[in-house]
């Protein structure tokens, strides 16, 4: 039984890392985007390296003013922007650095972290919806219909992962890889990385914020802090399903010396599933709406059953 004083520390302990993990994320992003596409602009704040940029975005947005446009439904316009945030910081809250360091011991935390991960993609349609803008609704619908896709095969990848380990917990599921699961669930990390990114609406299936058709979509009404909180709510989504893939298919803390710096490995698993989901914002252009769709249910689908049949093969040989 946690006493008060241990579910204070792992509270404030979650916070903490829900403030810097996607802070670390976006300026890596800036980083990399300045590397690989040639970009100056984010080398030169502060110096060396551009280590201010961070510093510099977050100064721009506090100086904007905070505009709620006329047409809007006001009370849904301003809590859509936290409803991202808070609906990744209880999905954080769960997901464990080692096998007794975890905020929230859930039985079933794998099936917790797919519900309350969706919450935020609703609070994009809250967005589009509540802004009396035509752009940020179609913009919003987009987002409904991306959501919906891609919900179903990041579900099936999903329960491959607690078939094999024969339990929902992300505990029990980090305690049961093997090496032999590199091979055996590749296809469904495959599925549940691709499917992650599109929830997160990240490039290239960013779709309902396309500014080169609908303006920023959802986002084309807010302003300053809350279109941050927006960026933020993405950053911290990357940290999300970066760390679940991290837990689900590298075996979370298992590593050398994984007694002593078990959490180090989680976190520098999960920083190669970040690397790799803004890779692919700098590679690859976005899709079109038909395109978009055709991945999820022509592709990605298919993949995740057969994923959940060689997962049933291999839960029956072994038994």
């Given at each position: 039984m946690s006493t008060f004083g241990e579910v204070v520390l792992r509270s404030l302990c979650v916070l903490i890392g829900f403030l810097v993990l996607p802070l670390l994320?976006?300026?890596?992003?800036?980083?990399?985007?300045?590397?690989?596409?040639?970009?100056?602009?984010?080398?030169?704040?502060?110096?060396?390296?551009?280590?201010?940029?961070?510093?510099a975005d977050g100064v721009k947005f506090t100086q904007k003013e905070d505009i709620v446009p006329l047409a809007a439904d006001k009370p849904v316009f301003r809590l859509a922007p936290a409803l991202g945030i808070v609906s990744y910081l209880l999905a954080l809250a769960v997901i464990p650095f080692g096998p007794h360091l975890?905020?929230?011991?859930?039985?079933?935390?794998?099936l917790w972290v797919l519900a309350v991960g969706a919450i935020g993609t609703v609070g994009t349609l809250m967005a589009g919806w509540s802004s009396g803008n035509k752009y940020a609704l179609i913009g919003g619908l987009r987002s409904a219909a991306q959501l919906v896709s891609y919900e179903v095969p990041l579900i099936l990848a999903g329960a491959s992962f607690a078939m094999a380990a024969g339990s929902f917990?992300?505990?029990?599921?980090?305690?049961?890889?093997?090496?032999?699961?590199?091979?055996?669930?590749?296809?469904?990390?495959i599925v549940f990385l691709v499917a992650g990114t599109a929830e997160l609406q990240r490039p290239p299936f960013d779709m309902p914020v396309a500014d080169s058709e609908v303006v920023m979509g959802p986002w084309t009404e807010y302003t300053g802090l809350r279109f941050a909180l927006?960026?933020?709510?993405?950053?911290?989504?990357?940290?999300?399903?970066?760390?679940?893939?991290?837990?689900?298919?590298?075996?979370?803390?298992?590593?050398?010396?994984?007694?002593?710096?078990?959490?180090?490995?989680?976190?520098?698993?999960?920083?190669?599933?970040?690397v790799i989901i803004l890779w692919m914002r700098m590679s690859w252009p976005r899709l079109r709406e038909d395109q978009l769709q055709r991945v999820a249910w022509?592709?990605?689908?298919?993949?995740?059953?057969?994923?959940?049949?060689?997962?049933?093969?291999?839960?029956?040989?072994?038994?």
């Open positions: 994320v976006g300026q890596t992003e800036h980083k990399l985007m300045a590397h690989m596409q040639g970009r100056l602009g984010p080398m030169y704040a502060g110096g060396f390296h551009g280590w201010a940029q961070l510093v975890v905020a929230a011991g859930i039985t079933g935390s794998l917990s992300l505990v029990s599921i980090a305690h049961a890889w093997t090496p032999w699961w590199l091979l055996w669930q590749l296809p469904g990390a927006f960026l933020l709510a993405e950053y911290a989504g990357i940290v999300v399903v970066s760390l679940l893939l991290a837990v689900l298919y590298l075996g979370g803390w298992t590593g050398p010396f994984d007694h002593q710096i078990g959490p180090f490995w989680v976190l520098l698993k999960g920083f190669f599933f970040a022509l592709g990605l689908v298919p993949l995740a059953l057969l994923q959940i049949v060689l997962t049933a093969a291999g839960v029956v040989l072994t038994t």
